[in-house]
Structure formats: structure tokens, C-alpha cells
């Protein structure tokens, strides 16, 4: 026996004699996780924030959250003598005179961009296959507030070197902050310390990047894990798979081995990205300095979606209405648009809930055809989502495709409106047509593509029956019955109470469920396939009556 | 053709709207599983990657120490990189990677690969437990008395509901009110008007038609210096355009150009970002954020964009040493709009 595995042994030995390690290993240790390749997403935004953790650490070693004013003598020549921020020189110390200190820059950011990116894609998964349904509506909401707050996060890290591009996008956001009725003015003054850009900001967001919100991010991230843990993770439609069970590896050794392992993989593939990749060069734009600017500013990707909204809202302002000034073209687009997507976001199980009625716990997850219109809505979403991020690299956009900036916005405005319902419609109907393949692979089969000419001139086709495994995964929907709006009043003449929610609920819920596609019950199966199989018996009949010789395709 | 598949559905039943269940299908060996050298193949596979690994973060440690921060590399189309970066950070990451893909490639070849089936139990707590759950609350409430002893409830309630009070309070201190100083900037009458960048006071003929120059108050390092950051700048920031007096459509103010030389806020209306991206042919100003686009020629008026209000104009005058000034401050505030401005 190794000794290693010797020394865990005692270890844990000892350990028990002072907390109950063993029992808890005992029902943990051969924990059964489900495989997926879709199951990584999340484990991506796991690795991706502790990189995150462990490089900020090395960032706040040399990092100076000041607005100072000092003079430049570091080793990046292009600069040396200009008057900058203590946290801009202080970041160029760390690109410049640290030693792989612009290394972990590289992963620091690298590792933001992914955190962000895994989040937002293992929240599609979540999304379009369900698992957000009961008893797992808690995670989700855990899950989209992280989302959220990580896009502050990460603009605030972005803020944090005081260089001229994330100086900018300081100044768009004081100009949103201002925008906000009654309170903004107000708000301002006291985030900024005064007026814009004052001496306070740095220093406080920089309390905020590394203090408050990793906490709550890291407090967040563990209740997540905690759920998951314990609600046992969901699990594809598939043989010897129910809503029931869960089938897989356990957690010692396999995914000890499996999910251990791609931590490295996703480590080392931000720092091979951080080695070959320049990202974010603040040396290349310089100090801040509040009337200067670059043109071709972007933010981040993640706050994108809100910069395309703001370059393309038209100029809506009440100059003086009830005697205030109301900044519509900024409120509607910062505030209130990203305000209730996010309702709607955080909402959703809830409203899908008692649009379906259903209160059964789910831990097989959907395919996402079988919920036509959740998906169709997702699809929207992502859509809506899209068209703002490409406008909100409008400017780049038009001058790499030789376009014309005001016709590209007016493209936005129309077609942010105009171009996510018709994405609606035609997923909708795409997955209705998969449900309708579907129903028809498990009553005919699958079509062989062999064509047979029969003696008497007839021509068939040789459907082939689909597989177990496929089979499993086809018959594992579940028919959702649209619920019916109930009766104004009962038997008794006594009106119903609710009457218009529930009307309400039996149209949205004929809108969700009206059209699919239902799964064939045995019966109908049966039919069918007593139908194909007399078919076939006359076929060889015939063949055989007339002394030709019967394929194997049809005798098999 | 045989009906093999329908014994399957018939014995598991379909029941209208539930899950039909097949069997786990049977478990294929792989072939590390039937021949040993096979497994012995991937065992020496698995060590050397974990071996390489090592090595990999011997040779980051080596050059941690042997290559300097300064020292430059150019790589043709990939541009030039900062040696060390690069080389620390190839180590780094390859010894990194190694270890993640020995690892699974371990777990995939040499551990079981046989599926598990685990059971599920309903997520929520059994009923004789949520009854206990209760029981035991309701006799802590019975014990406390909070139902009955009404005036301690609601004291207790009031004094709660007061308590964060403080918290919020305290917060005020966090900048001063804002005043009317969004509507002032450091512009005054007789303020010179002087190049940005090298500080030099304008006469009316160093600016050509066509021309735009970013300027500011000459006094604006001074107040800056005394005040320690950069307000200021972020609102007194201008831009002077020069065109021919007949190209200008109207003005904001009357007189408040000297021979076709305009001066406008630099700071955008819409959410304050600083403007200098000017055509010169159709005196338009584009703001680099969000596209705003303004007509000087034209009272600064919005021509595009979602900027709501003109460019506020600088009234400005020559004094008599020749030299541009200012007639007085803005007549409105400059930068994005805010609550209070009407």
C-alpha cells in the first residue's frame, strides 16, 4: 500500500476523533455525478473564479488603489514623465517591473472574460433543457444573481487601472448614475465622493472588487454547490435513466479524477491564453484623463448588451416635465431594460410553474423540442440579447463590413424589435417539426432510403425500427395537457374565485402546450407497427407468388 | 423483421404522459479493461504527462530567474511579446495542462468506467419531521409569549424597524450634496482660452477655417493642483472650431463667436464622454461612445444619435491684448443631464 494512501488513512482516523468525518465520507464519497459534456459549463465558471481568487491575490500585492497623481519612471518608455494616477502606474509596475506580474494580469482578465462567458452559456443549458424546474428554482435564482453581480465585478476590475478606456466607462456610468430620477444627482455625489471623477472612486471600487463582492460571490457559489450537492444533479432522458434515479460515476475516483482534472485544463488553458494573447493592454491608452477619448471604445463584452441599447435608443428627453429633467434616452435603455430582463430572467421557473401547473419535482431533463416555447422564448431572449451586443460595437462593426454607422443603428432599432419574434415563431415551429419526426421514428421507423420495386410495379420504402437507446430518449417527453380556463361559475351558480388569473393561465398555458405534438401512446405504437408488419408479410407474399427472390431488409 | 423493441415498451407499460423505462443498456469493456498491455500503455502514458508536468515548472523556475522583465520577442504576425510573459507563461500553462489531461485520461483508461445507478428520495423533509419541525417552533413561540404579550411584539417590531437607521445615516458623509456645482465650471469672464496641450494662449489667427483645437481655461492646472483631482478639467473642457462666417446657420447666443471661431463644451451631452471626432466639410462633431452627432454649424444641435441636447456654446470675445477669452461661464449646465436641471 502506498504510503500516501497510508497517511490519509491516519490522518482521517484521527480527524474523526474530533469531527464526524466518516460518516459524512461514507455517504459522499461514492456520490453518483451523471456524465455530459454540457455539465462542464458550470464547472468552467467554478475554475474560472478561483483563478480569479488565487491571481487577485497576487494583483492587491503591487496594486495601489489611488488616484494620486504621481509621475511615470517605470520601464515602459512611450510613457515615462507623464502625470498619471497612482493605480494606473501601479498596473503598469505590475505589466512592466514585476516579474510575470503581467502574466497574471492576463490570466486575471482571461479568467474574468471566461467566468462571465461560462456562466452566461451553462445558464442556456439550464435554461433549454429545464433543470431550472422544481425542486431547483432556488439554484437558478443563486445562479442568475451571479451573473449579475459578476457583471459589476468584472466592470469594476475593468475601472480598476484608471487607464483612458475604462476611465470612459467610468464616465458613461456616472452619466447613467445621473440619469435615475429624484435619487441620481445624489448618487452620484456620493459614489464619487463629490463631483465627477473626484479622488474617492478608486479607492472605494477597489474595496468593492476585492472585499464585498467576492464575498458575496464566493458565499453565492457555495449554497450553489450545496444545492447541487444535495438535489443530486439532473440527467438526460436515456435507457436505464428516470426521474428516479441518477446514473453515472462516483464522485471518488472518477470524478475526483475527471472534474480535479479540469480544473488544470481550464487553468492552464487561461495561462497558455494569457502567454500568447494580449488582452486588455492599459499601457496603450494611456492615463485617464477626463477630456480625452479613444475612438473605437469598447467595454467588456458582458456590459456590451447595455452599450448597444444606449448608442441605439433614440434621443428621448423631458427637458422639464413636472418641473424635473427625465433622461429616457438613458433610463429606458440602462436602468429599465436591464432591469426587467433580469426580473423576467430570475422570474421564469415561477411563471413557467404555474403556467404548466405542475408541481412534481423534476430531475430528468427536458429536450429542448419537447418545450417548444420555452425554448422559441429562449431563443428570443438570445436574439434580443445579440442584436444589442453587435450594436454595441456598432462603430467597429460599420467601418470592418464598409457599412453606414446611422443606417446600421437604425437597423438595431427596427430589428431589435422586429427580429426576435420572428426567431420566435420559427423555433417554435422547428421544434414542433423535431416532435413531430419524433412521434413519426417511433410509429414507422426510420427511412432506409431503400427503395423496392415490387413485382406488380408497386414501390415501397423499407423503414427500418429505430434503437432501444433511441427510443428511451424519444418516449421519456412527457405530455403537458394545456389546462382549461374553469367554468365562470360552479354547479351552484357560485362564481369562481380568481376566474380571470386562471383564464389568464388556461391561455397562456394553450399558448405554451396547445400545439405539441403528443407522444404516441402503446396502443397507437402498437397499430402501427401491426400495420407495418402485415405490410411487409404481404410484401413477401407477393414476392414469393411471383418466384422472386425476398431481400434480406424485409426478412431481417 | 421481428418486434423485439415492442416487448420492451410492453412490459414497462405507457401510461399517458409518464416515463417509459428501458433497461440500463449492457456495459462494454474497453479494450484497457481485456488486455493488460493496453493498460500498461496507458499507465506509461498517464506518468508522462505527469512527468512532463514537472518539468515544464522546473523550466518556469528556471526561466523565472534567467530571463529579464525587459527583454522583448517578436513572433512576425503574432506581434511583439514581452519575453518573460511568454515564456513563463508557456511553462506555466503546459505544466498546468499536463497535469488536467494525465488526470482524466487516467480516469477515462484505468478507473471503472461501469455506470452507477444511485436512487432519488423526494428533495423535501418526511412529514413526521416537518410535524416536529412545527411542534418544536410552536412551543418556542408558546414559551416566548410573543402572541400574546402584544406590547412586547410590537415594541420589539418598532425597535428593529429603527435599528438600521444608523447604517443609512452614517452614509451621508460619503460625499458632500451636490449643490449647484453641476451647473458651474471654472469658466468666467475674461477667462483666456489656451491650447490643451501646450498651455499657449490663442489668438483668433492662429486658427485656420477648418481647424478644431481642444482648449481649456488658462487657469485650469492651477485650480487642479489646489484641488487635487481632475473636476475641474471634466467640465470645463472645450473645443474651438474655426469656419467661414457665412457657414454658420445660428448660433446660441447672439455674438457669442469671434469671426466664424465657435467654442463648444467638449463633454457630450448625452453621457459625458469627451468629443473630438469632427468633419470638417459638414462642421458635424461625432462622439466616439455613442455616436451622438452635432451640427456647429447649426447652434451645436443634435443631428444623430441619442444625445438628447445641443452642445452647450462658450461665449467668447477677444480682449485687448488680442487675445480669445470667455464673455462669461456657460449659460447651462455642460455634460449628461440630471434630475435638477430643468
Same mark, same amino acid.
Given at each position: 500500500?502506498?504510503?500516501?494512501? @497510508?497517511?490519509?488513512?491516519?490522518?482521517?482516523?484521527?480527524?474523526?476523533?474530533?469531527?464526524?468525518?466518516?460518516?459524512?465520507?461514507?455517504?459522499?464519497?461514492?456520490?453518483?455525478f451523471p456524465d455530459h459534456w454540457s455539465f462542464m459549463l458550470g464547472e468552467?465558471?467554478?475554475?474560472?473564479?478561483?483563478?480569479?481568487?488565487?491571481?487577485?491575490?497576487?494583483?492587491?500585492?503591487?496594486?495601489?488603489?489611488?488616484?494620486?497623481?504621481?509621475?511615470?519612471?517605470?520601464?515602459?518608455?512611450?510613457?515615462?514623465?507623464?502625470?498619471?494616477?497612482?493605480?494606473?502606474?501601479?498596473?503598469?509596475?505590475?505589466?512592466?517591473?514585476?516579474?510575470?506580474?503581467?502574466?497574471?494580469?492576463?490570466?486575471?482578465?482571461?479568467?474574468?472574460?471566461?467566468?462571465?462567458?461560462?456562466?452566461?452559456?451553462?445558464?442556456?443549458?439550464?435554461?433549454?433543457?429545464?433543470?431550472?424546474?422544481?425542486?431547483?428554482?432556488?439554484?437558478?435564482?443563486?445562479?442568475?444573481?451571479?451573473?449579475?453581480?459578476?457583471?459589476?465585478?468584472?466592470?469594476?476590475?475593468?475601472?480598476?487601472?484608471?487607464?483612458?478606456?475604462?476611465?470612459?466607462?467610468?464616465?458613461?456610468?456616472?452619466?447613467?448614475?445621473?440619469?435615475?430620477?429624484?435619487?441620481?444627482?445624489?448618487?452620484?455625489?456620493?459614489?464619487?465622493?463629490?463631483?465627477?471623477?473626484?479622488?474617492?472612486?478608486?479607492?472605494?471600487?477597489?474595496?468593492?472588487?476585492?472585499?464585498?463582492?467576492?464575498?458575496?460571490?464566493?458565499?453565492?457559489?457555495?449554497?450553489?454547490?450545496?444545492?447541487?450537492?444535495?438535489?443530486?444533479?439532473?440527467?438526460?432522458?436515456?435507457?436505464?435513466?428516470?426521474?428516479?434515479?441518477?446514473?453515472?460515476?462516483?464522485?471518488?475516483?472518477?470524478?475526483?479524477?475527471?472534474?480535479?482534472?479540469?480544473?488544470?485544463?481550464?487553468?492552464?488553458?487561461?495561462?497558455?491564453?494569457?502567454?500568447?494573447?494580449?488582452?486588455?493592454? *492599459?499601457?496603450?491608452?494611456?492615463?485617464?484623463?477626463?477630456?480625452?477619448?479613444?475612438?473605437?471604445?469598447?467595454?467588456?463584452?458582458?456590459?456590451?448588451?447595455?452599450?448597444?441599447?444606449?448608442?441605439?435608443?433614440?434621443?428621448? @428627453?423631458?427637458?422639464?416635465?413636472?418641473?424635473?429633467?427625465?433622461?429616457?434616452?438613458?433610463?429606458?435603455?440602462?436602468?429599465?431594460?436591464?432591469?426587467?430582463?433580469?426580473?423576467?430572467?430570475?422570474?421564469?421557473?415561477?411563471?413557467?410553474?404555474?403556467?404548466?401547473?405542475?408541481?412534481?419535482?423534476?430531475?430528468?431533463?427536458?429536450?429542448?423540442?419537447?418545450?417548444?416555447?420555452?425554448?422559441?422564448?429562449?431563443?428570443?431572449?438570445?436574439?434580443?440579447?445579440?442584436?444589442?451586443?453587435?450594436?454595441?460595437?456598432?462603430?467597429?462593426?460599420?467601418?470592418?463590413f464598409n457599412l453606414s454607422l446611422n443606417q446600421l443603428t437604425w437597423f438595431?432599432? *427596427?430589428?431589435?424589435?422586429? *427580429?426576435?419574434?420572428?426567431?420566435?415563431?420559427?423555433?417554435?415551429?422547428?421544434?414542433?417539426?423535431?416532435?413531430?419526426?419524433?412521434?413519426?421514428?417511433?410509429?414507422?421507423?426510420?427511412?432506409?432510403?431503400?427503395?423496392?420495386?415490387?413485382? $406488380?410495379?408497386?414501390?415501397?420504402?423499407? $423503414?427500418?425500427?429505430?434503437?432501444?437507446?433511441?427510443?428511451?430518449?424519444?418516449?421519456?417527453?412527457?405530455?403537458?395537457?394545456?389546462?382549461?380556463?374553469?367554468?365562470?361559475?360552479?354547479?351552484?351558480?357560485?362564481?369562481?374565485?380568481?376566474?380571470?388569473?386562471?383564464?389568464?393561465?388556461?391561455?397562456?398555458?394553450?399558448?405554451?402546450?396547445?400545439?405539441?405534438?403528443?407522444?404516441?401512446?402503446?396502443?397507437?405504437?402498437?397499430?402501427?407497427?401491426?400495420?407495418?408488419?402485415?405490410?411487409?408479410?404481404?410484401?413477401?407474399?407477393?414476392?414469393?407468388?411471383?418466384?422472386?427472390?425476398?431481400?434480406?431488409?424485409?426478412?431481417? | 423483421?421481428?418486434?423485439?423493441?415492442?416487448?420492451?415498451?410492453?412490459?414497462?407499460?405507457?401510461?399517458?404522459?409518464?416515463?417509459?423505462?428501458?433497461?440500463?443498456?449492457?456495459?462494454?469493456?474497453?479494450?484497457?479493461?481485456?488486455?493488460?498491455?493496453?493498460? /500498461?500503455?496507458?499507465? /506509461?502514458?498517464?506518468?508522462?504527462?505527469?512527468?512532463?508536468?514537472?518539468?515544464?515548472?522546473?523550466?518556469?523556475?528556471?526561466?523565472?530567474?534567467?530571463?529579464?522583465?525587459?527583454?522583448?520577442?517578436?513572433?512576425?504576425?503574432?506581434?511583439?511579446?514581452?519575453?518573460?510573459?511568454?515564456?513563463?507563461?508557456?511553462?506555466?500553462?503546459?505544466?498546468?495542462?499536463?497535469?488536467?489531461?494525465?488526470?482524466?485520461?487516467?480516469?477515462?483508461?484505468?478507473?471503472?468506467?461501469?455506470?452507477?445507478?444511485?436512487?432519488?428520495?423526494?428533495?423535501?423533509?418526511?412529514?413526521?419531521?416537518?410535524?416536529?419541525?412545527?411542534?418544536?417552533?410552536?412551543?418556542?413561540?408558546?414559551?416566548?409569549?410573543?402572541?400574546?404579550?402584544?406590547?412586547?411584539?410590537?415594541?420589539?417590531?418598532?425597535?428593529?424597524?429603527?435599528?438600521?437607521?444608523?447604517?443609512?445615516?452614517?452614509?451621508?458623509?460619503?460625499?458632500?450634496?451636490?449643490?449647484?456645482?453641476?451647473?458651474?465650471?471654472?469658466?468666467?469672464?475674461?477667462?483666456?482660452?489656451?491650447?490643451?496641450?501646450?498651455?499657449?494662449?490663442?489668438?483668433?489667427?492662429?486658427?485656420?477655417?477648418?481647424?478644431?483645437?481642444?482648449?481649456?481655461?488658462?487657469?485650469?492646472?492651477?485650480?487642479?493642483?489646489?484641488?487635487?483631482?481632475?473636476?475641474?478639467?471634466?467640465?470645463?473642457?472645450?473645443?474651438?472650431?474655426?469656419?467661414?462666417?457665412?457657414?454658420?446657420?445660428?448660433?446660441?447666443?447672439?455674438?457669442?463667436?469671434?469671426?466664424?471661431?465657435?467654442?463648444?463644451?467638449?463633454?457630450?451631452?448625452?453621457?459625458?464622454?469627451?468629443?473630438?471626432?469632427?468633419?470638417?466639410?459638414?462642421?458635424?462633431?461625432?462622439?466616439?461612445?455613442h455616436q451622438s452627432t452635432f451640427d456647429l454649424a447649426d447652434s451645436g444641435?443634435?443631428?444623430?444619435?441619442?444625445?438628447?441636447?445641443?452642445?452647450?456654446?462658450?461665449?467668447?470675445?477677444?480682449?485687448?491684448?488680442?487675445?480669445?477669452?470667455?464673455?462669461?461661464?456657460?449659460?447651462?449646465?455642460?455634460?449628461?443631464?440630471?434630475?435638477?436641471?430643468?
Open positions: 500500500m502506498s504510503t500516501v494512501v @497510508e497517511g490519509v488513512g491516519k490522518a482521517i482516523g484521527r480527524a474523526d476523533d474530533r469531527a464526524p468525518i466518516s460518516s459524512l465520507l461514507k455517504d459522499n464519497l461514492r456520490k453518483v468552467i465558471a467554478l475554475y474560472s473564479f478561483i483563478i480569479l481568487l488565487l491571481t487577485g491575490v497576487y494583483l492587491t500585492i503591487w496594486y495601489q488603489p489611488s488616484m494620486q497623481e504621481v509621475i511615470y519612471h517605470g520601464s515602459y518608455q512611450p510613457l515615462v514623465g507623464i502625470p498619471m494616477s497612482e493605480a494606473y502606474s501601479s498596473t503598469l509596475h505590475i505589466s512592466f517591473d514585476v516579474r510575470g506580474g503581467l502574466l497574471i494580469r492576463q490570466i486575471h482578465h482571461w479568467a474574468a472574460l471566461f467566468f462571465m462567458a461560462a456562466m452566461v452559456v451553462h445558464m442556456f443549458r439550464i435554461f433549454f433543457t429545464g433543470a431550472f424546474r422544481k425542486p431547483r428554482e432556488f439554484n437558478w435564482v443563486i445562479g442568475g444573481s451571479m451573473i449579475l453581480i459578476g457583471l459589476l465585478e468584472g466592470f469594476a476590475g475593468y475601472s480598476l487601472p484608471d487607464d483612458l478606456l475604462s476611465g470612459v466607462g467610468v464616465r458613461i456610468v456616472a452619466g447613467i448614475i445621473e440619469s435615475i430620477p429624484v435619487v441620481g444627482t445624489y448618487l452620484l455625489f456620493f459614489i464619487f465622493g463629490g463631483e465627477y471623477p473626484g479622488h474617492d472612486f478608486i479607492p472605494r471600487l477597489y474595496t468593492f472588487h476585492v472585499l464585498l463582492v467576492p464575498a458575496i460571490l464566493l458565499a453565492s457559489v457555495g449554497l450553489h454547490l450545496v444545492l447541487i450537492f444535495y438535489h443530486k444533479h439532473t440527467q438526460y432522458p436515456g435507457p436505464g435513466r428516470t426521474n428516479d434515479n441518477v446514473v453515472g460515476f462516483p464522485l471518488f475516483p472518477v470524478y475526483t479524477a475527471k472534474a480535479g482534472g479540469f480544473f488544470f485544463i481550464v487553468f492552464g488553458v487561461t495561462v497558455l491564453m494569457a502567454a500568447l494573447v494580449t488582452i486588455n493592454p *492599459i499601457w496603450a491608452y494611456g492615463p485617464y484623463v477626463p477630456d480625452q477619448v479613444t475612438a473605437g471604445s469598447q467595454p467588456d463584452w458582458y456590459i456590451g448588451f447595455v452599450d448597444g441599447a444606449l448608442r441605439a435608443f433614440p434621443n428621448w @428627453e423631458s427637458e422639464d416635465f413636472l418641473g424635473h429633467t427625465w433622461s429616457w434616452n438613458i433610463l429606458i435603455p440602462c436602468v429599465l431594460m436591464p432591469g426587467i430582463l433580469v426580473t423576467l430572467l430570475l422570474a421564469y421557473p415561477f411563471l413557467e410553474a404555474w403556467i404548466t401547473g405542475d408541481t412534481r419535482e423534476h430531475h430528468l431533463l427536458d429536450r429542448p423540442r419537447n418545450a417548444a416555447t420555452r425554448t422559441a422564448l429562449g431563443a428570443t431572449a438570445i436574439t434580443f440579447y445579440g442584436i444589442l451586443v453587435i450594436n454595441g460595437a456598432n462603430d467597429i462593426v460599420a467601418q470592418a438595431t432599432r *427596427i430589428g431589435v424589435f422586429v *427580429i426576435p419574434p420572428l426567431v420566435f415563431i420559427a423555433t417554435r415551429r422547428f421544434c414542433l417539426g423535431l416532435q413531430r419526426r419524433d412521434r413519426d421514428l417511433l410509429m414507422h421507423g426510420r427511412e432506409s432510403g431503400q427503395i423496392l420495386r415490387l413485382p $406488380h410495379g408497386e414501390f415501397i420504402e423499407i $423503414h427500418t425500427p429505430i434503437s432501444d437507446d433511441e427510443k428511451a430518449v424519444i418516449l421519456a417527453k412527457r405530455d403537458i395537457p394545456p389546462i382549461e380556463a374553469p367554468p365562470a361559475t360552479d354547479e351552484n351558480g357560485v362564481a369562481t374565485p380568481g376566474l380571470r388569473a386562471k383564464k389568464w393561465r388556461a391561455k397562456l398555458s394553450q399558448a405554451y402546450f396547445g400545439e405539441n405534438v403528443k407522444r404516441p401512446t402503446l396502443a397507437e405504437i402498437e397499430a402501427a407497427e401491426h400495420h407495418h408488419h402485415d405490410e411487409v408479410a404481404h410484401e413477401i407474399d407477393v414476392l414469393h407468388d411471383a418466384g422472386a427472390p425476398v431481400p434480406s431488409e424485409l426478412t431481417d | 423483421m421481428s418486434n423485439d423493441h415492442k416487448t420492451d415498451v410492453a412490459t414497462t407499460g405507457i401510461v399517458e404522459g409518464e416515463i417509459v423505462e428501458f433497461p440500463l443498456p449492457p456495459h462494454h469493456h474497453r479494450l484497457t479493461d481485456t488486455d493488460p498491455r493496453a493498460a /500498461r500503455r496507458a499507465e /506509461r502514458q498517464v506518468s508522462t504527462m505527469f512527468v512532463l508536468s514537472g518539468v515544464c515548472i522546473i523550466a518556469f523556475v528556471a526561466a523565472y530567474v534567467a530571463i529579464p522583465e525587459t527583454s522583448y520577442i517578436n513572433l512576425g504576425p503574432v506581434g511583439t511579446l514581452q519575453t518573460s510573459n511568454l515564456v513563463l507563461g508557456l511553462t506555466f500553462g503546459l505544466g498546468t495542462l499536463l497535469i488536467g489531461i494525465a488526470a482524466i485520461h487516467w480516469a477515462k483508461k484505468l478507473m471503472s468506467d461501469e455506470e452507477i445507478v444511485d436512487y432519488r428520495h423526494p428533495v423535501g423533509s418526511p412529514q413526521e419531521d416537518r410535524d416536529a419541525a412545527k411542534a418544536a417552533f410552536d412551543a418556542g413561540v408558546a414559551e416566548s409569549g410573543f402572541v400574546e404579550r402584544k406590547m412586547v411584539r410590537r415594541t420589539l417590531l418598532g425597535a428593529l424597524a429603527l435599528f438600521p437607521l444608523p447604517l443609512i445615516v452614517m452614509l451621508k458623509d460619503m460625499g458632500p450634496l451636490p449643490g449647484d456645482s453641476l451647473r458651474h465650471t471654472i469658466w468666467r469672464k475674461g477667462s483666456r482660452i489656451v491650447i490643451d496641450v501646450t498651455g499657449q494662449p490663442l489668438r483668433p489667427e492662429d486658427m485656420q477655417v477648418g481647424s478644431l483645437v481642444s482648449a481649456s481655461p488658462e487657469d485650469l492646472n492651477e485650480i487642479q493642483e489646489a484641488a487635487g483631482d481632475q473636476n475641474a478639467r471634466a467640465k470645463a473642457s472645450i473645443i474651438l472650431v474655426r469656419m467661414k462666417p457665412s457657414d454658420i446657420v445660428s448660433e446660441q447666443g447672439d455674438g457669442w463667436s469671434w469671426n466664424g471661431i465657435l467654442a463648444f463644451s467638449k463633454i457630450c451631452t448625452h453621457v459625458g464622454c469627451p468629443i473630438a471626432l469632427y468633419q470638417q466639410r459638414t462642421h458635424h462633431l461625432l462622439c466616439p461612445c444641435k443634435v443631428v444623430f444619435g441619442p444625445a438628447a441636447r445641443a452642445m452647450p456654446q462658450l461665449p467668447i470675445t477677444v480682449d485687448s491684448e488680442g487675445y480669445l477669452v470667455a464673455q462669461s461661464d456657460f449659460q447651462q449646465p455642460v455634460g449628461p443631464s440630471f434630475w435638477e436641471r430643468a
